[in-house]
């Protein structure tokens, strides 16, 4: 169902939704070469299964993807483009998912283009009794909210507007956790220039900069800062307490792995994923980041943001004006590992154009990279065990 009425004057700035965001960044994938064999150091990784709470895939390229994801021990991953019911395609990858035996599950979404419509409130919960029947595992919100959704008023749909409470109570209701992007890296709310540590992503995507004036907006709106945004989000975690709240990209704040420790021992419902921030987290001391994933081993799940398009681009991370190459994966997925597992210092970013910067590896201890990879997401999306024999 869908409200009678749609707001007036609303849009979506640079296509920000969850499904186009997807598309732009898949559209323009940047090309590297082979990456230079691993160190000295053998690796092998862990042999546990692998629970992925954070991919893009079309429904056109489950087959493939379901191959390389069982390739790397990731016996199930979650679509954060699974779509929307009746016409947005959640029906589609629903089906999908079958095709592969459930090795890919659907997120779905709402469109908050209606926020402002009088039957709002019956459109979110009628979604997401539509969603839920269908099979989605839980809902998707992309970083479109707070960025991107502009109101008859010529302001920014916010992260915290009281008229989406609906959304997250019944959501809590349902059981259904909220994978939800809020901002984006730092320096992406700061000048793009050379001196931005992230100009050669912003290079490549120029409507990826949150700095100063809104594009085409109203005239006068500005971007929100960053601290603004995730001030938001924090007030959305706070006010849901019964809701299962799934922080994107290490709780929107890999910058501050401070801020989100604070906010998982403050907030019991928050939980947060890595999906495409390894390069970040991985600039901390190792010692501390090891202790915050032990303290919190309950709270923290495996993700990393692996999207593949129809056409069968590539993007392992990040992305910029080409397309990642299959030979770029199993470095992709193999520095992660090392970094989760290992001790070793000075490891190269399996993401180089998010900067291409040394990482510390955490070594974590094997009952915490259980529950990393893959038992935290049993408990939150009530999955089956990877590990059980089938």
């Known amino acids: 169902m869908r409200p009678a009425v749609a707001p007036t004057d609303q849009r979506l700035l640079f296509g920000l939704g969850a499904a186009a965001a997807v598309l732009v960044a898949l559209a323009l994938a940047w090309p590297r070469a082979a990456p230079a064999p691993l160190g000295e150091t053998e690796f092998h990784p862990a042999e546990l299964p692998r629970i992925d709470v954070h991919v893009h895939v079309p429904p056109e390229r489950y087959g493939w993807a379901a191959e390389v994801f069982a390739r790397y021990g990731v016996r199930v991953a979650l679509n954060a483009s699974g779509g929307h019911p009746d016409g947005g395609g959640l029906e589609e990858t629903v089906a999908a998912g079958r095709t592969v035996n459930g090795a890919i599950l659907s997120y779905c ?17 009628s979604t997401l009794d539509r969603c839920r029947a269908l099979g989605a595992v839980g809902l998707k919100i992309s970083k479109a909210l707070g960025l991107g959704y502009v109101l008859s008023d010529g302001t920014l749909l916010r992260v915290d507007d009281p008229r989406l409470d ?13 994978l939800i992007h809020s901002g984006d890296p730092q320096a992406f709310f700061e000048p793009p220039s050379p001196d931005n540590e992230r100009w050669a992503e ?10 100063g004036p809104v594009p085409d907006g109203p005239p006068g ?3 929100p800062s960053w601290q603004e945004v995730f001030d ?3 007030a959305r975690v706070a006010r849901h307490p019964r809701t299962r709240i799934l922080g994107a990209h290490f709780g929107n704040a890999p910058e501050e792995p401070e801020t989100v420790a604070r906010m998982l021992a403050q907030y019991p419902n928050l939980y947060v994923e890595t999906a495409a921030r390894v390069p970040e987290i991985g600039r901390f001391d190792a010692r501390r980041m090891r202790e915050i994933f032990e303290r919190f081993s309950d709270r923290i799940l495996f993700g990393t943001d692996f999207q593949t398009g129809r056409s069968g681009s590539l993007a392992l991370g990040s992305a910029g004006e080409g397309s990642d190459a299959e030979q770029d994966i199993p470095f992709f997925f193999a520095q992660q590992f090392r970094y989760f597992e290992t001790e070793e210092r000075g490891l190269r970013s399996p993401t180089p154009i998010q900067g291409d910067w040394p990482i510390d590896g955490i070594g974590l201890p094997r009952e915490v990279l259980e529950r990393f990879y893959y038992r935290n997401a049993m408990a939150l999306f009530g999955l089956p065990d990877p590990s059980a024999p089938h």
């Not at 979404?109 to 919960?125: C, G, I, K, M």
């Open 109 to 125: 979404s709402l469109d908050f283009r209606y926020v402002e419509a009088p039957d709002f409130s019956a459109y979110a919960t």
């Open 166 to 178: 609906v959304v997250f109570e019944h959501a809590g209701e349902l059981g259904m956790p909220v």
């Open 202 to 211: 912003l290079g490549e995507h120029p409507a990826w900069s949150f700095w």
């Open 221 to 223: 709106l500005m971007w």
């Open 232 to 234: 938001q989000f924090e």
